[in-house]
């Protein structure tokens, strides 16, 4: 054998040999890809209407106002290999992520899948809030706890579910003014709870320890925002989780309750979480969705102010990008587009 084919020999077999070690090598690397979008407008795939609006007048609707989601290969139960992390690399819908940024090694895979339905559910309830809020649509909110934490000073003292009802004598009226006020105290200071529990009000008064940081006083509970609505709204998305469709959730509940189609019948997209308030919050996997937008038939894509630096360096072709700042300001800028007056806020570069 010449010296030239065993060169070629040897070097086949090496790249065998790397191609099935590659092909067997896992790596703690997720890959991240479009994923289904759906039109909150529409149906789920039950066939049942995705929002549903009880007991108040609704109007037609047409057109689109799809929220998108992003799916994912590898996690510590199914490793994806390293050529299919390369080739992830290589790919243009496709995002390579380090393994702990979606799944913290302090967390188990049931934990991980109970907290996304946990956003998933909480972003339903900013969502309708934001939609009544926005309305002129009266709504009642209670402060209930969702967890206590072991070893703090609340733990043993308050439970799930107890409802906050004033801090310091001061009537509670949401999560955020709990925390602005916690803020003004002192670690160490103790500070009285009001609490209804089965129906029945109490007062406890609770020694305040640092947080985590050192930086804030705490007792150790984790507080919700629970929503009374004069009308029933239910949104069924199935095993979808996450917080990120929730401006999206807000604005097909506002055209379902509004005369006058809000899309006018144009094929709208969009992302991004939101606040009880109506503020626009950024999100992860934002390539991904809009990719999946455009391939659903997307021309319009809202995208979270703080994501429009990464959109507009990978927007897919056809694809114009607005940047949504507020539930009001995306109203706005929708209705520029349908009419053609007004500022349609772009993501820049």
Known sequence: MSRRAATLTVASVIILVLAVVGSAMPVPYVALMPGPTQNALGTNDKGRPLIRIDGRKTYPDQGHLNFTTVTYRGGPGGRIDLFTALRGWLAGDTAIVPEETIFPEDESQKQIDEENTRQMQNSQQSAEAAALRQLG???????????????????????????????????????????????????????????????????????????????????????????????????????????????MFSLAIIDKLTPGPLTQGKFIAGTGTITPEGKVGPIGGIQQKMIAAREAGATIFLTPADNCADAGTARPDGLRLVRADTLQGTLNAINAINTGKGNVPACTK
Do not use: C
Request: proline content about 7%; overall charge neutral; glycine content about 12%.
């Open 137 to 247: 649509i009266p709504i009642t909110t209670r402060v209930v706890i969702e967890n206590v934490q072991k070893g703090r000073p609340a733990d043993g003292v308050l439970k799930p579910g107890d409802e906050i009802t004033a801090l310091n004598g001061t009537k509670v009226t949401g999560v955020s003014q709990v925390i602005d006020s916690m803020s003004g105290l002192k670690i160490g200071e103790p500070v009285t709870l009001t609490y209804r529990r089965s129906g029945e009000e109490h007062k406890a008064t609770i020694k305040t320890v640092a947080d985590p940081s050192g930086e804030r006083p705490v007792v150790g509970v984790v507080l919700s925002d629970q929503y009374k609505f004069p009308f029933k709204i239910d949104i069924s998305v199935g095993d979808i989780g996450g917080p990120s469709a929730g401006l």
